[in-house]
């Protein structure tokens, strides 16, 4: 197995959005990726510019990252014969890793413009090394700019960031703080396909919580009545959790809920609501076992929202008096 730490850049529609071509918002213009063996040792490194065919033009913020450096884009290939090698350098056995959750998503969607077969499985797991890095030295919940996350770990800055293959370099040197067991016992799901159907649905199991993503519905208000969907079973045992407080809305696309396991305690669920690029929805839902202080916080959420709502009637009902 290698982990192949990939970075790309992209370029968007110059014009804004209103001109943009809706099928490539993102245009692949180069690759970077370091290959690591399973002990995280760096075995070669793969690098090449893309000559771009849907925007000629470069948008303000690709150029403010490129006018750093001397790209030539009249001599480079063009994407599906970069993207073809790329691939068959990537190999069968390979893991991937990026910083942030874009790179994998954007890869894809350049192959399905140009119609190259997806050579990825379902579902696609990949590391998110930003999230990793998150969950090991902060809160989980913060997410760090890769050269932050470099500071933070002196990682001496020898080579200017914002290349695709400078950015794949200092990723994999910020892997190299890990163990490895860190970094695969924290798997991200990569949302450019999601699932058809109800045999398609995924159930993962981590260290804190679980994550189950559903296939399409109609809208949210299908999928919040499907059973799978707001089920809870708690994700230690898997047994079903009591529910406390109901599925209530947090926002326009998530919810929360409090359950209970007789063995395990408190459990949090949360819902979020996803459109698909067909305008159908999907839904992520995790399940964590939490304290009775947190299980505090979720009943005070629910019971301010509930007093915002009478409010905001009350106060409506007023204005047409
Ligand atoms: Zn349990």
């Known amino acids: 197995m290698n982990y192949i730490v990939l970075d790309l850049e992209w370029n968007q529609c110059p014009a804004g959005k209103a001109e943009e071509n809706t099928s490539l918002r993102f245009e692949i213009i180069e690759i970077g990726a370091v290959k690591l063996d399973e002990s995280l040792t760096l075995t070669d490194r793969f690098r090449e510019v893309v000559r771009p065919q849907v925007y000629q033009s470069l948008h303000y913020k690709t150029k403010e990252i490129i006018a750093l450096r001397a790209i030539d884009f009249e001599d480079a290939r063009i994407f599906p014969e970069v993207a073809r090698d790329f691939l068959a350098w990537c190999g069968e056995d390979a893991v991937f890793c990026t910083w942030g959750s874009a790179d994998l998503t954007e890869l894809q969607q350049n192959l399905a413009y140009y ?59 910020i892997m190299q703080s890990l163990m490895p067991e860190q970094i695969l ?119 301010v929202l509930k007093l915002k709502r009478r409010l905001r009637r009350k106060f409506n009902s007023e204005k047409r008096l």
Request: hydrophobic share 30%; proline share 6%.
């Open 115 to 173: 119609e190259i077969p997806s050579p990825f499985p379902f579902p696609l797991l990949y590391y998110d090394i930003q999230k990793i890095f998150s969950i090991v030295y902060e809160d989980r919940k913060s997410r760090r700019s890769l050269e932050s996350a470099a500071d933070f770990l002196n990682i001496p800055k020898s080579i200017p960031f914002h290349s695709a293959l400078s950015d794949a370099h200092y990723t994999s040197l």
């Open 185 to 303: 016992a924290n798997s991200s799901v990569d949302y450019y396909r999601t699932p058809e159907n109800r045999r398609q649905e995924i159930h993962l199991s981590y260290e804190t919580y679980t994550k189950f993503v559903s296939r399409p519905f109609r809208d949210k208000i299908q999928a919040m009545r499907d059973r799978t969907v707001i089920s809870t079973p708690c994700c230690k045992c898997g047994k079903t959790a009591q529910k406390r407080i109901r599925w209530f809305p947090v926002g326009s696309n998530n919810y929360l809920c409090l359950a209970w396991c007789e063995e395990h305690g408190y459990l949090k669920g949360k819902i979020r609501l996803r459109h698909r690029r067909d305008n159908l929805c999907y839904a992520i839902k995790t399940i964590k076992a939490i304290s009775a202080e947190d299980a505090y916080v979720i009943r005070e959420k629910k019971e």
